[in-house]
T-cell receptor, first 111, second 111 residues
Framework: TQLLEQSPQFLSIQEGENLTVYCNSSSVFSSLQWYRQEPGEGPVLLVTVVTGGEVKKLKRLTFQFGDARKDSSLHITAAQPGDTGLYLCAGAAGGYQKVTFGTGTKLQVIP | EAQVTQNPRYLITVTGKKLTVTCSQNMNHEYMSWYRQDPGLGLRQIYYSMNVEVTDKGDVPEGYKVSRKEKRNFPLILESPSPNQTSLYFC??????????FGSGTRLTVV
């Protein structure tokens, strides 16, 4: 079973601060996804990265896929209370292989 | 609207009483999957399906069954539910590995 470890597990910051969440594995992935989940709801896809070294931006969120395709990071600039939630990374080994989810980072942005 | 529909949203049942959680997607996705989410354990894959009549075990398949007779439907069957199957369940679908669309979840309690 491939493992994806996220850090930190919990993060509580003030509105306006920047933060970075990390997703690490010893396995190589063909694609890596990031999701945000609200309590009691299903995760919502934020981005998929497929190329080593790829950087994608979604407004204040910047996603990076490691060169070796074993790790990824999510950087949020000027965090807002609406960014509060559980952030999950997920890796796919290739083709239709099963997707493994990371352990999650619970973010709280205090107004 | 593109979506994954799960039913029911909430279910309380007794040990040993067979139940089915339905899942339907309207995006013509080939790949569908079931996950359970438990505090401290994250999202764990139960079963997945790469296409009609093609299913395979995930990380925690014991006590569950699935079928994929039609592309849009992927029901989860608990033949004899036990209290350790109390959890939040999510169905998800995807085209290739470009990211999942999740349902809203089914909160199951087995007493």
């Amino acid at each position: 079973t491939q493992l994806l470890e996220q850090s930190p597990q919990f993060l509580s910051i003030q509105e306006g601060e920047n933060l970075t969440v990390y997703c690490n594995s010893s396995s190589v992935f063909s694609s890596l996804q990031w999701y945000r989940q609200e309590p009691g709801e299903g995760p919502v896809l934020l981005v998929t990265v497929v190329t080593g070294g790829e950087v994608k931006k979604l407004k204040r969120l910047t996603f990076q896929f490691g060169d070796a395709r074993k790790d990824s990071s999510l950087h949020i600039t000027a965090a807002q209370p609406g960014d509060t939630g559980l952030y999950l990374c997920a890796g796919a080994a290739g083709g239709y292989q099963k997707v493994t989810f990371g352990t999650g980072t619970k973010l709280q942005v205090i107004p | 609207e593109a979506q994954v529909t799960q039913n029911p949203r909430y279910l309380i049942t007794v040990t040993g009483k067979k139940l089915t959680v339905t899942c339907s997607q309207n995006m013509n996705h080939e790949y569908m999957s079931w996950y359970r989410q438990d505090p401290g354990l994250g999202l764990r894959q139960i079963y997945y399906s790469m296409n009609v009549e093609v299913t395979d075990k995930g990380d925690v398949p014991e006590g569950y069954k699935v079928s994929r007779k039609e592309k849009r439907n992927f029901p989860l069957i608990l033949e004899s539910p036990s209290p350790n199957q109390t959890s939040l369940y999510f169905c998800a679908s995807s085209s290739f590995n470009y990211g999942y669309t999740f349902g809203s979840g089914t909160r199951l309690t087995v007493v």
